[in-house]
Structure formats: C-alpha cells, structure tokens
C-alpha cells in the first residue's frame, strides 16, 4: 500500500521542480528546496492529509523556501525581476531564436501573471486547477493569464515578430 507522500505529493514532483526552477534558474538549488519542501510535507502529512488544498499549501511552502533563500543571500529581487535572459538546459536541443526571446518575455512578467502563464501554458493545467493551485479566484487566474498573453503579444509585435 503506498503512503499518503507517494499518493499526493510525489507525482507533483516534476511541476513543482519546474515552478522552482523558473524561480532560482539553478537545478542543484531548485532541487534542495523541492526536497526541503517534501520533508516538511512528511513531517506534517497527519495534518496535510485533511487539508482543504494540498497543491496550494505545497506551492506556498515551495515559494516560502525561495523568498527565505533570496533573503537569507540578499537577493530578494530574484522572484519579483529577472535581469539577465535564462538560458535553459536544453539537453542537446537547441532552442530557436524565437523561442529564447518568448522565455524571456514570460521571465519578466509580474510573478502573478508569469506563474499562471506557466501553469496554463506549460503545465497545461484547467483554469479550476491553477485557480485551487495558487489559492487565487478564478476570475483572478483568467485576468493575470489575459494580461500575460497580451503583453507577450505586444512586445513580439514590437519586435518584429509575428505571434
């Protein structure tokens, strides 16, 4: 019989180390916290086990582990800005020109929008799960992801690019 972790938390794994990943741009930190994350989740899965939104109290605690990092090594602006373009492991694919100037634009949205897009986007998820999976409404989730595709719109027009 497989554990309460294995059942629920586990098979998050692979979504949430992408949403920190896209946080620390680093795989050995991304990772540290994912774990840190899972440890706290094990610790406390008597009471996890009843609570009304598993994904949202998991993510909050992924984004809570960030923010104390980039406290902790004065970086704190690392979640609200990028300042430099991500350059993602690609494992032998290269990614098209286009492609690293829409990663970029999606790195500088607002956090809010940024996270939905990713979720919508590349998670693939429904407007109820992101809306259950960020404990935001659901008109929320819709208004953030409107703002984010228009404005990635807006500058790939700028820039020549058609969308």
Same mark, same amino acid.
């Given at each position: 019989?497989?554990?309460?972790?294995?059942?629920?938390?586990?098979?998050?794994?692979?979504?949430?180390?992408?949403?920190?990943?896209?946080? #620390?741009?680093?795989?050995?930190?991304?990772?540290?916290?994912?774990?840190?994350?899972?440890?706290? #989740?094990?610790?406390?899965?008597?009471?996890?086990?009843?609570?009304?939104?598993?994904?949202?109290?998991?993510?909050?605690?992924?984004?809570?582990?960030?923010?104390?990092?980039?406290?902790?090594?004065?970086?704190?602006?690392?979640?609200?800005?990028?300042?430099?373009?991500?350059?993602?492991? #690609?494992?032998?694919?290269?990614?098209?020109?286009?492609?690293?100037?829409?990663?970029?634009?999606?790195?500088?949205?607002?956090?809010?929008?940024?996270?939905?897009?990713?979720?919508?986007?590349?998670?693939?998820?429904?407007?109820?799960?992101?809306?259950?999976?960020?404990?935001?409404?659901?008109?929320?989730?819709?208004?953030?992801?409107?703002?984010?595709?228009? #404005?990635?719109?807006?500058?790939?027009?700028?820039?020549?690019?058609?969308?």
């Amino acid at each position: 019989m497989k554990s309460f972790f294995e059942l629920h938390i586990w098979p998050l794994r692979g979504k949430l180390f992408r949403m920190v990943y896209l946080w #620390t741009k680093d795989r050995d930190l991304s990772e540290d916290m994912l774990q840190n994350v899972f440890e706290k #989740t094990v610790e406390r899965q008597k009471e996890l086990q009843t609570h009304p939104n598993l994904n949202g109290w998991i993510v909050k605690s992924l984004k809570n582990e960030v923010l104390m990092h980039f406290r902790k090594n004065g970086k704190i602006d690392g979640l609200e800005r990028a300042d430099h373009i991500p350059q993602p492991e #690609t494992n032998a694919l290269e990614l098209s020109e286009s492609n690293r100037i829409i990663f970029s634009l999606v790195e500088n949205l607002p956090e809010k929008q940024r996270e939905v897009f990713q979720l919508r986007e590349i998670e693939e998820m429904s407007y109820e799960e992101i809306s259950n999976f960020l404990e935001i409404s659901l008109e929320q989730v819709k208004v953030n992801l409107h703002r984010a595709r228009k #404005t990635i719109r807006e500058k790939l027009i700028n820039q020549g690019i058609t969308p």
